[in-house]
């Protein structure tokens, strides 16, 4: 039984392409090493040592840069303690009008101290400028080292000039020491992000992430198996090149380098519309899709990792258009403003401009800015 479910799931019609074995990758010529699945696996113990170097790159590097920038923790004001409230407040961060009567109601509140209740519950959750700064640095470190480790070994790569040589003699490419290295951070990284994905700061675009992380790692680890390490390679790289800028950008809306900010946000925009509307789908999905279907041909794999491709080809226009949004309002405004999908908490005066309309309230909601909050966020 347990032998004809392995034969099913490594199956040669599934993995590898017409006329081609395991056998006839198992014994590769003398020096050279074609990839193997096992080897990938190391990736996730290597997880978990990211996200303890990370812990310590947060407090012994990023900590003490916050405070040279004087980025403080900052406390928030505590709400009072209510029972019924915060039962309420375990099912709905936010109630509705009908909830909010009720309740003003059972416990003989007007609406607006029951609001205001719930503002401060909210903001007591709400992650701290110092946290963000701190995570947002480890990432930057992160994606500009992996990103200049990449471009090392892709600049003297042949299939980064031609990327039919992603194809040429495939699937018996020799595994070099640069790209079982990239490959084994790269998917260790994604692995951590998923881990800490749920203890991070919360965004609205939260199941997308959680998409694309599984996405991401489904990919990597095919693409691995599959030894299409070339144009997994090309796919990586131009992935980490725009996110470096986003969270350079964060980290100067962080400490409050307004027109820094505003300017990395517009070279992120324009970088992220180059390396994933116009590369990535002209360059490389062009390349997966028909440079390989007319020098390899199609296998059942190669329409999954196609399909994988696409996949976040979507996600990439749905960012973009929450990124426009932003950059746009920034250069005609003059200012990076409120992100539509990061971990946005509203302001007082929101809140109250529900019900109050005073000109305070409409100014405030109406000029919330991005002090506080994570920004656009992709990997």
């Known amino acids: 039984m347990t032998s004809s479910i392995s034969a099913w799931i490594w199956s040669e019609r599934f993995w590898l392409p017409e006329n081609v074995t395991?056998?006839?990758?198992?014994?590769?010529?003398?020096g050279v090493?074609?990839?193997?699945?096992?080897?990938?696996?190391y990736a996730l113990p290597l997880a978990v040592g990211i996200l303890f170097v990370r812990?310590?790159?947060?407090?012994l590097v990023a900590k003490p840069c916050a405070h040279i920038l004087h980025i403080q923790a900052g406390v928030s004001r505590q709400a009072q303690s209510n029972a019924v409230l915060e039962r309420?407040?375990?099912?709905?961060?936010?109630?509705?009008?009908?909830?909010?009567?009720?309740?003003?109601?059972?416990?003989?509140?007007?609406?607006?101290?029951?609001?205001?209740?719930?503002?401060?519950?909210?903001?007591?959750?709400?992650?701290?400028?110092?946290?963000?700064?701190?995570?947002?640095?480890?990432?930057?470190?992160?994606?500009?080292?992996?990103?200049?480790?990449?471009?090392?070994?892709?600049w003297v790569s042949p299939w980064m000039w031609d990327t039919r040589q992603c194809w040429y003699n495939y699937p018996f490419q020799s595994l070099s020491p640069g790209q079982y290295n990239y490959y084994v951070a790269e998917l260790a990284f994604y692995w951590s992000l998923m881990f800490s994905q749920f203890t991070d700061i919360?965004?609205?675009?939260?199941?997308?992430?959680?998409?694309?992380h599984l996405a991401t790692i489904t990919l990597i680890t095919f693409s691995y198996a599959n030894n299409?390490?070339?144009?997994?390679?090309?796919?990586?790289?131009?992935?980490?090149?725009?996110?470096?800028?986003?969270?350079?950008?964060?980290?100067?809306?962080?400490?409050?380098?307004?027109?820094?900010?505003?300017?990395?946000?517009?070279?992120?925009?324009?970088?992220?519309?180059f390396t994933r509307l116009v590369i990535f789908p002209f360059w490389i999905v062009?390349?997966?899709?028909?440079?390989?279907?007319?020098?390899?041909?199609?296998?059942?794999t190669?329409?999954?990792?196609?399909?994988?491709?696409?996949?976040?080809?979507?996600?990439?226009?749905?960012?973009?258009?929450?990124?426009?949004?932003?950059?746009?309002?920034?250069?005609?405004?003059?200012?990076?403003?409120?992100?539509?999908?990061?971990?946005?908490?509203?302001?007082?005066?929101?809140?109250i401009d529900a019900n109050s309309h005073t000109p305070k309230a409409k100014d405030s909601s109406h000029n919330g800015r991005l002090k506080s909050n994570g920004g656009t966020h992709d990997h």
Request: net charge positive; glycine share 4%; hydrophobic share 45%.
């Open 33 to 41: 090493d074609y990839p193997r699945v096992g080897q990938i696996l």
């Open 302 to 351: 190669w329409w999954i990792l196609n399909g994988l491709l696409l996949t976040l080809q979507v996600l990439h226009i749905i960012w973009f258009y929450l990124i426009a949004r932003i950059a746009i309002k920034a250069i005609f405004k003059g200012k990076v403003s409120k992100d539509d999908r990061s971990d946005i908490e509203s302001s007082s005066e929101e809140e």
């Open 88 to 154: 309420v407040y375990v099912s709905r961060t936010c109630p509705d009008v009908k909830q909010l009567e009720g309740l003003s109601k059972q416990l003989d509140w007007d609406v607006r101290k029951i609001q205001r209740w719930f503002r401060l519950r909210r903001n007591q959750d709400k992650p701290s400028t110092l946290k963000k700064f701190c995570e947002s640095m480890w990432r930057l470190t992160f994606y500009l080292g992996i990103f200049i480790y990449a471009i090392r070994h892709l």
């Open 55 to 59: 812990l310590l790159f947060e407090r």
């Open 202 to 212: 919360k965004r609205k675009d939260f199941v997308i992430m959680l998409v694309h």
């Open 22 to 30: 395991w056998a006839d990758l198992e014994h590769p010529p003398p």
């Open 286 to 300: 062009y390349s997966v899709l028909f440079e390989s279907w007319e020098i390899i041909g199609p296998y059942q």
């Open 228 to 273: 299409m390490l070339r144009a997994g390679t090309l796919v990586m790289c131009v992935h980490d090149a725009s996110d470096i800028f986003l969270e350079a950008a964060k980290l100067a809306n962080y400490a409050k380098y307004q027109r820094i900010c505003d300017a990395l946000f517009v070279v992120f925009s324009i970088s992220f519309f």
